[in-house]
């Protein structure tokens, strides 16, 4: 949308527009929907992405970008693949994390393909998603807001560093959600600020180009449509969101991107989750999958295709 004309330029416009009315003539004009017509947008609908892989991005260090998988976990610690172009699971492994029969509750993958577990309990694994195997971390599990999380890892500026990023699921004592992020070198975490009051138990993915997104629900009493919003990564701020008409998060949701597209693991019932699309090149949002448990956690690797 061209800007606003200032006031003189409206004037002369309006003059022009007599004088075409006198005279017959044909006057092109380019003033259009200024003033109170932005008030026409709807906020919940604005979406700028557009698949594009912008200079600066690094591939160089990446595996064939094609036959990167998104994983997926339940919470019967199964650990999945699922081929994004044909919308298929796969089982890997079991995870022998030990948990001592705590519940997964979240998880990312880095760059390598490595991931990172989180548990209801708090702690984070890092697990091998060809074999399912657990290696114990340095983290230590965190109080307060961020005793349970949503996961999800950006890289820095395209690459090839990146960063694990959560989204808490409880109040801090400001009384609103926070983003905080986590130095994968050496799992440092860092408290980023409050996220906005509407956000609620937000799931994150993020992107080769460095872009960090949230799959979370409205903070209402009753459970809402949910949202898909970009998260500025250093203040937590809201840059885009849209209403994914339909989809609730239910008792368990993921969420990760793929190939210009973003899927969503979602389960109303404790015994299936299933899988939605949404293509913001074209705006559909359809049912892809099922899988027959909760999925509690999903990622892909920063080297994942863009579109």
Request: glycine share 10%; hydrophobic share 35%; net charge negative.
């Amino acid at each position: 949308m061209p800007p606003c004309p200032p006031r003189l330029a409206l004037l002369g416009l309006a003059l022009g527009l007599a004088l075409e009315v006198a005279l017959g003539l044909s006057l092109a004009t380019s003033v259009v929907s200024c003033g109170a017509r932005t008030e026409l947008q709807d906020p919940g609908t604005q979406w700028d992405y557009d698949g594009a892989v912008p200079d600066g991005v690094v591939r160089s260090d990446c595996p064939d970008s094609g036959a990167t998988y998104v994983y997926a976990l339940t919470n019967r610690n199964q650990l999945l693949s699922f081929h994004a172009p044909t919308h298929t699971f796969s089982k890997v492994a079991v995870l022998d994390c030990p948990a001592f029969g705590d519940t997964p509750n979240s998880m990312a993958i880095d760059r390598k393909g490595t991931a990172y577990v989180g548990f209801q309990n708090g702690n984070i694994y890092q697990v091998s998603t060809k074999t399912g195997a657990c290696t114990p971390t340095s983290w230590t599990p965190l109080t307060g807001a961020f005793r349970e999380f949503g996961m999800g890892i950006a890289t820095d500026r395209g690459g090839p560093s990146e960063t694990l990023y959560l989204a808490s699921y409880e109040d801090a004592l400001d009384g609103f959600e926070h983003l905080g992020s986590v130095r994968l070198s050496d799992l440092t975490f860092g408290d980023l600020g409050a996220l906005p009051s509407s956000v609620h138990h937000a799931e994150l993915t993020g992107t080769g180009d460095g872009r960090l997104y949230a799959f979370y629900r409205p903070n209402t009493p009753v459970e809402e449509d949910a949202h898909l919003a970009q998260i500025d990564k250093a203040t937590g701020a809201i840059l885009d969101d849209r209403k994914l008409a339909g989809v609730l998060q239910g008792t368990a949701w993921a969420v990760s991107f793929w190939g210009g597209d973003f899927f969503f693991f979602t389960a109303a019932t404790r015994t299936q989750s299933i899988v939605t699309r949404l293509r913001p090149s074209d705006s559909t949002l359809i049912r892809v999958a099922s899988y027959d448990e909760p999925i509690v956690g999903a990622g892909v690797s920063t080297c994942a295709p863009e579109n």
